[in-house]
């Protein structure tokens, strides 16, 4: 890395040389370019295709939950119909979320997603609010789950029969959380390159569903949707908790925004990159939806531990144990998805300066923001060992969908304060309304059905608001933090170098 400089500038910091370093860990000469040791620019290049986009989108939204327990829907609405209607509304829904974000992120060609167009749109204040409850909580413990169901099912088929001991769960989920973040901090195309194998492989292992399925279907088994409709069955009270579950099922279509900079041609990319990737998405879960529905019965659904398993094992035998492999490499694949995104918007506001400026360093020949990576490992770690996470996700599960409809509530507003800025892609008012009408349902939702736990969430992220005030907006930040953080990470960058 760059050597320490002997005095400071506003913008950056002056050596002996006449060369000035930036906060990323690069150094520019006197005309204010950013250079490393060799004298090339250093910064994230734009290497993320409309392919890998897609495998972005695609490979982090399609995580476990429709091969291990797509039931949540089916025990809300009471109906095979109804669930399939649902699943296609919450698509539909979900592809009027990720076009609003495609505005947003081809009007706000800058990375860092929700953190970034909450700033624009409200302020610094509120945007921190939503990154001090992604850094403290959300992101660790969501990291974790699906690090924990990858460390299940990549161990399955070798303690087959038998259950599986906890210890070692937990032992191969870290080797999971190592791996995946070691990946990320070494090369970005090894990453992107990695990514659309493992979209490709979980698109695969719902491809081994659906074909089956619906060959059956096509045979004349359509004995389990005789009476799909039926009224008697229909559960207009769990309605609601059916479209929360679907909505989350689809969660991830705006893992792209968090890369707008490395996006090659944003203005074309990412709109097309998110339609065609909410197309497969829909697409592949009402599919799997239909074979499942025609292979087992509702009943036989709602009593499986795993769905796809008992699928597999109907229709494949032996093959059956293939499927949990399937299921980690999904898992793995949401993992790298969203420590890859997620790891931009630490780096994005360690440049806006809500984080330690250590975090926006960028590594000089392998060209990754290899500190903002690292930074949930520890916390993730901590987690996983000792920490209740299944709570922690409860307290914090209404937090994303308020801070998304504030995101999209922000474009209604721009919309009217900055009419001029330019807008390559442009949706109809209607789209982000709706949406953001039915992100402050669920927020409403999860009020009334659990308002203990999600009072305590409310509670963690209002906890940013003295954060905000203490170290950033008085300017008070702990020397000795700001030392031990910087020191530790140029030490942990020139093991690294």
């Known amino acids: 890395?760059?050597?320490?400089?002997?005095?400071?500038?506003?913008?950056?910091?002056?050596?002996?040389?006449?060369?000035?370093?930036?906060?990323?860990?690069?150094?520019?000469?006197?005309?204010?370019?950013?250079?490393?040791?060799?004298?090339?620019?250093?910064?994230?290049?734009?290497?993320?295709?409309?392919?890998?986009?897609?495998?972005?989108?695609?490979?982090?939204?399609?995580?476990?939950?429709?091969?291990?327990?797509?039931?949540?829907?089916?025990?809300?609405?009471?109906?095979?119909?109804?669930?399939?209607?649902?699943?296609?509304?919450?698509?539909?829904?979900?592809?009027?979320?990720?076009?609003?974000?495609?505005?947003?992120?081809?009007?706000?060609?800058?990375?860092?997603?929700?953190?970034?167009?909450?700033?624009?749109?409200?302020?610094?204040?509120?945007?921190?609010?939503?990154?001090?409850?992604?850094?403290?909580?959300?992101?660790?413990?969501?990291?974790?789950?699906?690090?924990?169901?990858?460390?299940?099912?990549?161990?399955?088929?070798?303690?087959?029969?038998?259950?599986?001991?906890?210890?070692?769960?937990?032992?191969?989920?870290?080797?999971?959380?190592?791996?995946?973040?070691?990946?990320?901090?070494?090369?970005v195309t090894w990453t992107a390159r990695i990514q659309i194998f493992l979209t490709f492989s979980k698109l695969l292992a719902i491809a081994i569903i659906i074909v089956p399925g619906l060959y059956q279907l096509f045979k004349g088994e359509t004995r389990n949707f005789d009476n799909a409709f039926e009224l008697t069955n229909v559960k207009l009270s769990g309605m609601p908790l059916a479209f929360y579950s679907g909505m989350y099922a689809y969660a991830g279509w705006f893992y792209l925004n968090f890369v707008t900079e490395e996006v090659d041609n944003p203005e074309r990319t990412v709109p097309l990159a998110i339609s065609i990737s909410m197309l497969v998405v829909t697409s592949c879960y009402v599919l799997t939806n239909v074979a499942y529905y025609t292979v087992m019965t509702a009943e036989e659904l709602l009593a499986s531990d795993a769905v796809a398993v008992t699928f597999a094992e109907k229709m494949m035998g032996n093959f059956s144990i293939a499927v949990p492999v399937f299921v980690a490499l999904s898992c793995y694949g949401s993992m790298n998805g969203g420590l890859f995104a997620y790891s931009r918007m630490f780096y994005v506001a360690s440049r806006e300066g809500h984080l330690p400026e250590v975090l926006s360093m960028i590594h000089v020949r392998r060209h990754t923001p290899l500190t903002a990576v690292f930074i949930l490992y520890p916390m993730t770690i901590l987690q996983l060992f000792v920490g209740d996470i299944y709570s922690l996700l409860n307290f914090m599960s209404f937090l994303r969908w308020l801070f998304i409809g504030v995101v999209v509530l922000g474009l209604i507003y721009l919309r009217y304060t900055k009419p001029d800025l330019p807008r390559p892609f442009k949706v109809p008012l209607f789209i982000p309304v709706v949406f953001c009408l039915t992100c402050f349902f669920m927020v409403f939702l999860s009020l009334y059905s659990d308002p203990v736990n999600t009072g305590i969430g409310f509670a963690i992220a209002l906890t940013g608001i003295p954060a905000y005030y203490i170290f950033i907006y008085y300017n008070h930040r702990p020397k000795w933090i700001q030392r031990v953080l910087d020191s530790s990470a140029h030490m942990k960058l020139e093991q690294t170098d």
């Open 1 to 187: 890395m760059t050597k320490k400089p002997t005095s400071t500038q506003k913008d950056g910091r002056v050596a002996t040389n006449g060369h000035v370093f930036s906060q990323n860990g690069t150094h520019s000469d006197p005309s204010g370019k950013p250079q490393g040791a060799d004298n090339r620019r250093v910064e994230l290049g734009k290497k993320v295709t409309l392919l890998r986009g897609i495998s972005i989108i695609i490979g982090t939204i399609i995580g476990a939950g429709i091969f291990i327990s797509p039931k949540g829907i089916l025990k809300h609405t009471g109906s095979v119909g109804m669930s399939l209607i649902v699943w296609i509304a919450c698509g539909v829904l979900s592809l009027f979320g990720a076009l609003s974000y495609a505005e947003l992120g081809t009007c706000i060609k800058k990375s860092g997603g929700h953190y970034t167009y909450i700033m624009e749109a409200f302020g610094p204040q509120m945007a921190f609010i939503r990154l001090w409850a992604d850094l403290i909580a959300i992101r660790p413990a969501a990291t974790a789950v699906i690090s924990l169901a990858f460390g299940q099912y990549i161990l399955e088929p070798l303690f087959m029969p038998c259950d599986i001991p906890p210890m070692a769960v937990k032992l191969a989920t870290a080797i999971g959380i190592t791996s995946v973040m070691y990946l990320n901090s070494m090369s």
